[in-house]
């Protein structure tokens, strides 16, 4: 059935087991064109991927997408978002949501639990003489570089980068800057230690 609905959403596949393109049951595919699959994907029960953007949707070789996950590349469609990158070899999971706005972008071998979040743009509010609603937003993106684990429900807000080889601990809220090898924590998150254990690098 996975193959079936690969014909009816138009995603082209071969018939070597590492190329191919699996859809769970109830998945919806939207701005197909802007769509880009690499080999060896998984998209879980009742994805949704829309690919309205600038740059697009592109989802590099052998990715995995838990059920129930949501990438939406553009949440205003008088203000086309950027769009989103997720690199070979990265996995996320059930229950996720990538709000591509402002620009994902996600490396190679990063590892996510369930319920991890992307917000990669900002309601201005500075005024108060009018709504909050009619001031306009700010995008930065959000960038997870390579081989990084993020733990459940950890949440990354926009202008978040996070260096490669780093760990961020389930329930973190991530925003700014911090370099590779990270431990990450907290809300708001701080950077706790070096994966080497050492503590020098903080100050």
């Not at 859809?23 to 029960?45: D, W």
């Amino acid at each position: 059935m996975a193959l079936v609905r690969c014909l009816v959403f138009g995603i082209k596949f071969s018939l070597n087991p590492k190329n191919l393109v699996f859809v769970g049951p109830n998945t919806r595919l939207r701005s197909k064109s802007l769509i880009h699959f690499g080999n060896g994907i998984t998209l879980g029960e009742s994805v949704v991927i829309d690919g309205l953007s600038k740059e697009g949707v592109w989802i590099g070789n052998n990715v995995s997408i838990g059920p129930y996950t949501i990438i939406e590349a553009t949440g205003v469609i008088s203000n086309i978002g950027k769009g989103c990158s997720i690199g070979n070899n990265s996995g996320i999971g059930a229950f996720s949501f990538i709000g591509a706005a402002g620009g994902v972008r996600i490396g190679s071998d990063v590892i996510m639990g369930q319920r991890v979040s992307f917000h990669s743009e900002n309601h201005n509010f500075d005024r108060l003489d009018m709504p909050i609603r009619e001031q306009g937003i700010s995008r930065q993106g959000i960038s997870v570089d390579d081989n990084c684990w993020i733990g459940a429900n950890v949440v990354f807000l926009d202008g978040a980068h996070v260096g490669s080889g780093s760990v961020v601990a389930a329930g973190a809220v991530v925003r700014g800057v911090f370099p590779s090898n990270s431990v990450i924590a907290g809300v708001p998150a701080k950077l706790i230690r070096m994966r080497d254990g050492t503590v020098e690098k903080l100050l």
